[in-house]
């Protein structure tokens, strides 16, 4: 599974909170994507990394940001959760130099 | 932007029959093409894909063909089995965009045993 965690598995919350979601890695990968999936969407890019703190947007980053202080971590917050991003969130790395991209478990989010 | 569409949303074939999932995509400079199995409540998983430079790519039962001209890509799976039953997504990237993957919607095949 590429040595990926995501952190927490599941959760809940409410409208207006402040959420961060942790994607951790062990193998030194140096690109990192967030993606939500939501029924009848696929999979869409929130942001991604290419490095420690270089990061840019993907095609839905309204509402989200996201940072990169170590390698092994990408960070993803909801700076004031709503019920449109209850979603899952997935995390994925590519290596440099590689073409594929690998997925972690997955969050899901409700925000009630 | 680039868009990638996918068909059909749901496909049922009798196990042993072939199946064939298709996408095209929009922006003529992707060059990558990666095929996704997601079970139910799991991550999605890469099963095949194809570079821009190659027409055709096979792994035992499953396939993929690029026609770079018309823009499209499919997925063949032959011998289905009931473990083949799950999501499939197809997506396209482009090497100079960090290799961002852009998805189909996704086709929930379902082989009947």
């Known amino acids: 599974d590429a040595g990926i965690t995501q952190s927490p598995r599941h959760k809940v919350t409410e409208t207006g909170t402040p959420v961060t979601l942790r994607c951790h890695q062990t193998e030194n990968h140096r690109y990192m994507y967030w993606y939500r999936q939501d029924p009848g969407h696929g999979l869409r890019l929130i942001h991604y990394s290419y490095g420690v703190k270089d990061t840019d947007k993907g095609e839905v980053s309204d509402g989200y940001s996201v940072s990169r202080s170590k390698t092994e971590d990408f960070l993803l917050t909801l700076e004031s959760a709503t019920s449109s991003q209850t979603s899952v969130y997935f995390c994925a790395i590519r290596s440099r130099g590689e073409y594929e991209q690998y997925f972690g478990p997955g969050t899901r989010l409700t925000v009630t | 932007g680039e868009n990638v569409e996918q068909h059909p949303s749901t496909l049922s074939v009798q196990e042993g029959d072939s199946a064939v999932i298709k996408c095209t995509y929009s922006d003529s400079a992707s060059n990558y093409f990666p095929w996704y199995k997601q079970e139910l409540g799991k991550r999605p998983q890469l099963i095949i894909d194809?570079?821009?430079?190659?027409g055709e790519k096979k792994d035992q039962r499953i396939a993929v063909t690029l026609n770079k001209t018309a823009k499209h890509f499919s997925l063949h799976i032959t011998e289905t089995q009931p473990e083949d039953s799950a999501v499939y997504f197809c997506a396209a990237s482009r090497s100079d965009s960090s290799y961002k993957l852009i998805f189909g919607s996704g086709t929930r095949l379902l082989v009947r045993p």
């Open positions: 194809i570079r821009s430079n190659v």
